[in-house]
């Protein structure tokens, strides 16, 4: 499976990177769904022991152009997943008090705890996308954060955090498909944001501030994934396969059995006895 790593020694240039891209999958959407549901029913398993086992932390964080797939994306691979031990946090417009803190006030309290899954719907990086294209702080400002977020996640990681980061990559052509499938279905119109045409309009903007995101800040301790998200069962396979094998990879295990489980069931069963005694 290509896994669409970014390799920081290798810059990658997001015209290049093709939103429609099947990798080896092409004409095997049916195969593709069915080894998607395999890795929902491994990633149920893995997080079953992450939370029994209490020793890891994992950050999965999830950014992308409006309609790019973040919601279906979690939605999707958290399927067979017990909520328990899982969260979701989302990042919006930062509030007043938000606002008078640094940027990452707000993040730093979302991170897991041991035995915790947490997906981040966008994140700190916004603080280098949206907040450099609309300039609202100066560029003196920003400038410095691809920095200070690397040294944050480093510290995070050093923590014994698991860093997994995704850019769901879809073009201009797709985003437009799914604002009109947005527009005329009135179960999806509640997601649409005037707002979010105005900022269509800024799509170049983005991309430059989303190729700088990832060149700076895939690090072998929180590497990015650049994944083609056009097609949603590719990306949902994509994102998905990288979780499971990077959780597997994590060696869990379930905590050690109590040392004399007999003596337990002993007592259990004598209950009944030193009743009818
Ligand atoms: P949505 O995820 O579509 O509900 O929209 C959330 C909005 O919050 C997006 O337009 C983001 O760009 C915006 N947002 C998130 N974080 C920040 C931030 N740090 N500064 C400014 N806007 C942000
Ligand atoms: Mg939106």
Redesign the pocket.
Known sequence: MQCYKVDPEKPIKLKKLDANDLGNWEGKKKDARKTFAGLQKELAELQEVLYAEQKQKVLIILQAM?TGGKDGTTRSLLEKVNPQGVKLA?????TPIELAHD?LWRVHPKVPAKGEIVFF??SHY??VL??RVHE?VSKEVWKKRYEQINAFEKMLAEEGTTILKFYLHIDLEEQKQRFIERLTDPKKQWKF?PGDLEERKLWDSYQAAYQDVLNKTSTPWAPWYAIPANRNWYRNLCVGSVIVDTLKSLKMKYPEPISDPETYLQALENEGKEKQE
Not at 90 to 94: R, S
Request: hydrophobic share 35%; charged share 35%; aromatic share 14%.
């Open positions: 409006d989302n990042f919006k417009v930062p940027y719907n966008r916004e603080d949206v907040v609202l944001n």
